[in-house]
């Protein structure tokens, strides 16, 4: 998924190697949730001008409801 992000100063493979856990805990381990997240993210990294995504980002993208509300009960 992270191979087809075309953002100018995102390194591919970068989420996946500093993230993972954090990408999984955030989506429930759900492989929609995941990639409306990154999407999103995406997105987002575009309209700031940024073209990269981290961790801060990520945490500023709201994802559906079932992973968060998980998410809001492990915190």
Known sequence: MERAL???DHRPGSLAEKHATYLFE???GRIGSLSQ???AAAVEAIAMGCEAID???LDSIE??????????RVI
């Open 6 to 8: 075309v953002l100018s």
């Open 26 to 28: 955030r989506t429930g």
């Open 37 to 39: 997240l990154v999407r």
């Open 55 to 57: 961790r801060r980002l």
């Open 63 to 72: 994802v559906d409801f079932a992973p968060e509300g998980a998410r809001q």
